[in-house]
């Protein structure tokens, strides 16, 4: 999907996602998030949040550092449709 989408159309999907989403859906995305996160540390080790929030506020377009971020829409994207019931679709 990486070559399909740019990320600043990822960012402003997920933007019209979490602008479309209610506060129960979005405590769900958050949860889902930290299980995955949860289940990534547990396997891998922790990633610590200075390392994060460095990551972010580097302004050094690497192709790990855009790889990194890419993911990370990519990620919140897929649980937002699955938490929300799809892009266009109705709520119930």
Do not use: P, W
Not at 64 to 84: A, D, T
């Amino acid at each position: 999907m990486n070559d399909l989408i740019t990320y600043d159309q990822a960012y402003d999907l997920a933007n019209i996602l979490i602008k479309k989403a209610t506060k129960d859906e979005l405590a769900e995305c958050a949860r889902l998030l930290a299980l995955n996160l949860a289940h990534h540390q547990v396997k891998h080790g922790e990633i610590a949040v200075i390392d994060t929030l460095t990551l972010l506020r580097s302004f050094e377009c690497t192709e790990e550092h855009l790889n990194v971020l890419m993911e990370g829409m990519l990620n919140l994207i897929g649980v937002l449709v699955n938490v929300c019931g799809g892009v266009g679709q109705a709520k119930h």
